[in-house]
């Protein structure tokens, strides 16, 4: 009877140590799987960390982009601004360069033709006055009945002396207005072709 109960005893403490090991099997699975899933998660922390710091330094370094093309924006439009004053200021001077220029060539053109009909009037006068007249004298005295234009009409009336050089003083004014109108045409479409680029 002892040896029954002392068989008994060990068989159930081989049942209770089976059962024991069984159970820390168990746990040392479990255990592994815990720290897997710990490690897993912390390296999924450490990631998320990792894509928080990199999004930071980017949000970080686009503010700071904005904060130069916000700068950068002012300092176009004051600049546009300033252009577009000074374009116009230039079209006003340019458009008032070409007025006077056209008027003052009008001006040489009408002062032309007054002169040129003159000197021609007076010419053929004074031939005709030669021509009925034999004295020099008498040629003189005719000549002194011309209109009185401030020269001298015996020159003018030969179409050489003062006659030619004042008509090719006012030619030439004449050619210099016409330069001035062509080049600040010329210069003001340039410019504002330049400028219209520049705006773009």
């Given at each position: ?83 577009e004053t ?13 007025t006077e ?100």
């Open positions: 009877k002892v040896k029954d109960t002392i068989s008994g005893l060990i068989a159930d403490m081989e049942s209770k140590a089976g059962e024991a090991s069984d159970h820390k099997e168990f746990c040392d699975k479990n255990v592994a799987k815990q720290e897997e899933a710990r490690d897993a998660a912390s390296t999924e922390v450490t990631r998320l960390n990792i894509a928080l710091a990199s999004g930071e330094a980017t949000r970080d370094q686009l503010a700071e982009e904005i904060d130069t093309l916000s700068t950068q924006l002012k300092e176009l439009s004051t600049a546009k601004t300033e252009a000074l374009r116009a200021d230039e079209a006003a001077e340019a458009k008032k360069t070409v220029a056209t008027e003052g060539k009008e001006a040489v053109e009408k002062a032309l033709g007054v002169l040129t009909t003159y000197y021609d009037e007076a010419k053929a006068k004074q031939t005709k006055s030669k021509a009925k007249l034999p004295t020099a004298q008498n040629a003189t005295g005719a000549a002194e009945d011309a209109p009185d234009a401030g020269f001298d009409d015996s020159k003018a009336y030969t179409g050489g002396g003062e006659s030619s050089t004042v008509l090719g003083l006012l030619e030439v004014i004449k050619s210099d207005f016409n330069r001035t109108i062509t080049d600040t045409t010329a210069d003001e479409a340039k410019a504002d072709s330049e400028h219209q680029e520049f705006l773009k």
